[in-house]
């Protein structure tokens, strides 16, 4: 393999990755503040960017994206609030099969609303042709921009933790919530917050991406279960961890492309995550606490 291909397959894998990453951080974020883990979060990332394809044919491109994201975030609150604040007192397990099975509900609704077609935003810059060379690889212009607007996001959301109080309230409500609920903390509003910021995170996400990948409905199952193996493989709850592990599985996915069929791309992933939860269940970069979103 001469150099150009190698960076190449490691720009692929470093993109995948971080969507992935983003996907893991939002599993992340949901279970520092309820300690359930929303297997309806691939779905935010297909809502998002369907919605934008359809706002796309009426408004300006950027115009459709924040409008997407908006709605997104909406219907995160409103499967909290719905879905998750009403079942009071339920075990972790039952809560975890609820979105499992939101998760099926959002794909069949997508299914009806937009059939089973494939659709795709228009490149961000440039077009389908438009190649940028890096080290003699050749990429699209839309490349970058995944990887831009990951690193945003990763930036954003620690800034968003550390600086303001809102965050600081959401690390209190993972450390303890009972304590932060004795010292004013409105937790319930943190759980909401936390579920309407996963899902307008992935909403970008699953935009930013789209015009690479192309959109079906059903994506979304995939991404949760490639988002769920880098949660685990970062250690549940530790988010910072969950950017490195998201490139880790994306790298590992492209160079497995590079000397195997595509086919094996997907048994890399569940080998990754099978190895993990049979010697190191508590992920590679586990804490002992698991208020990570201190380090998020």
């Not at 719905?82 to 809560?95: D, M, P, T």
């Not at 809102?166 to 004795?182: F, S, V």
């Amino acid at each position: 393999m001469d150099f150009a291909l190698f960076v190449q397959y490691a720009l692929s894998g470093i993109t995948v990755g971080s969507v992935y990453a983003i996907v893991a951080i939002g599993f992340n974020i949901i279970y520092c503040t309820t300690g359930i883990i929303n297997f309806a979060q691939g779905e935010f990332l297909i809502v998002g960017a369907m919605t934008a394809i359809s706002l796309a044919e009426v408004a300006p491109l950027p115009v459709a994206i924040l409008g997407a994201v908006l709605i997104t975030t909406a219907l995160g609150a409103v499967v909290e609030l719905v879905f998750i604040r009403q079942v009071r007192n339920a075990s972790v397990l039952r809560l975890i099969i609820i979105t499992i099975g939101l998760s099926i509900v959002m794909r069949e609704v997508m299914l009806h609303i937009w059939d089973e077609q494939v659709r795709s935003l228009p490149y961000f810059t440039g077009t389908e042709i438009s190649t940028v060379t890096i080290l003699g690889a050749h990429i699209s212009p839309q490349v970058l921009w995944v990887l831009g607007v990951s690193a945003v996001i990763v930036a954003a959301l620690t800034l968003f933790f550390r600086y303001t109080t809102t965050g600081r309230a959401m690390r209190a409500c993972a450390d303890d919530r009972m304590a932060a609920r004795l010292c004013g903390v409105n937790d319930r509003w943190m759980v909401t917050l936390s579920f309407m910021l996963s899902a307008g995170m992935g909403a970008l996400a699953g935009c930013v991406v789209s015009p690479i990948t192309q959109t079906q409905y059903d994506m979304g199952a995939p991404l949760a279960i490639k988002g769920f193996t880098v949660a685990i493989l970062g250690g549940m709850g530790n988010s910072m961890a969950a950017v490195a592990a998201g490139l880790f599985l994306g790298l590992l996915e492209a160079f497995v492309v590079s000397v195997l069929p595509s086919s094996y791309k997907e048994v890399a992933a569940i080998v990754v995550l099978l190895l993990i939860l049979v010697f190191r269940p508590s992920g590679l970069f586990a804490r002992r606490d698991m208020s990570a979103l201190r380090t998020a």
